[in-house]
């Protein structure tokens, strides 16, 4: 007889509702599973029938117990997937109570840093330390170019398919896009004649569809291992950044484009933010435009 991990009447349905009426990302639902999953362990629900004894202060005790292993920002993450699980449960009729109302909210500071980003001469430095000569630095190459002219995420990047590169009308498909949804690219020359390199000589024959591949026997590249490729190219050009890795490219283009005069809706939606909010902290950065905002310090006046 097949045995069922504990938790699993709850879970499986939670999870069918993260990735189809919710619609998060697989990565986004594998971490609220996590939170919850622990959550669970922790209260000791192992059926439906075991949540109608949970109280208020369960959660407060629970968050407590964490609190030691978080820094705020990521505990209030946890507080949020343990909110939203309770929202679910009183919808599916396993509670009576409003209990995602007795989750606390996790104190934590706005962050106001500037966001972290390379230069225009330390960008072109790192884009001509991959060796175009090997199969290697070409692939390399068309990683670094995907994340710094196309604002990809390391996860972007690994689940990109062949069948996602449209060469006819030079466009690119994300399926695997964190907010749940497909978009479509338009495939910069300067990306496609990398990515174009690196498929004909470089990109080992396999039966895998992903288009990033590493190891002997070759495999799919994973988000950790795109990132690390911008780890490595950055140590070796003497770069060093509080957060090396895929993100800084990202950041790096986003920066860009709004010293240079793009709008930060033009800026959303090219990183393909739901909310516009999220690229509000690269108004920053935009010196120009603040400077006109900045009103003038009052002159003392003589009576």
Not at 193 to 217: K, M, T, W
Not at 229 to 245: D, K, M, S, T
Request: glycine share 6%; charged share 20%; hydrophobic share 40%.
């Amino acid at each position: 007889m097949k045995k069922h991990p504990p938790n699993s009447q709850i879970l499986q349905p939670y999870q069918d509702n993260l990735e189809q009426v919710v619609g998060l990302s697989p990565k986004t639902c594998q971490d609220r599973l996590r939170d919850v999953r622990h959550f669970l362990a922790a209260a000791g629900i192992r059926r439906t029938g075991d949540l109608a004894k949970l109280i208020p202060i369960h959660m407060v005790d629970y968050l407590t117990a964490r609190s030691p292993e978080y820094e705020p920002a990521s505990l209030r993450n946890v507080a949020g997937s343990v909110r939203g699980f309770l929202r679910f449960a009183q919808q599916r009729g396993w509670i009576s109570q409003h209990l995602d109302l007795a989750v606390p909210k996790i104190a934590c500071g706005a962050r106001n840093d500037l966001p972290v980003y390379l230069n225009a001469q330390q960008l072109e430095l790192l884009l001509a330390s991959w060796d175009r000569g090997t199969a290697k630095g070409r692939r390399d190459l068309a990683i670094g170019l995907c994340l710094a002219r196309l604002g990809l995420r390391a996860g972007e990047v690994a689940g990109l398919l062949l069948e996602d590169v449209n060469w006819r009308q030079a466009s690119l498909r994300l399926n695997q896009s964190k907010n749940g949804s497909q978009a479509q690219l338009p495939l910069l020359a300067e990306v496609g004649e990398a990515l174009a390199s690196y498929l004909r000589a470089g990109r080992p024959v396999c039966a895998h569809r992903q288009v990033f591949l590493s190891g002997n026997p070759p495999r799919p590249m994973s988000a950790k291992a795109v990132s690390q490729v911008v780890r490595c190219a950055l140590a070796r050009c003497g770069i060093e950044v509080p957060r090396p890795g895929s993100h800084l490219l990202r950041h790096t283009l986003a920066s860009h484009l709004v010293q240079n005069g793009a709008s930060l809706k033009e800026v959303a939606d090219l990183l393909r933010h739901r909310h516009l909010n999220s690229a509000s902290v690269y108004a920053h950065l935009d010196l120009p435009s603040l400077r006109g905002l900045a009103q003038p310090w009052p002159k003392e006046v003589k009576v």
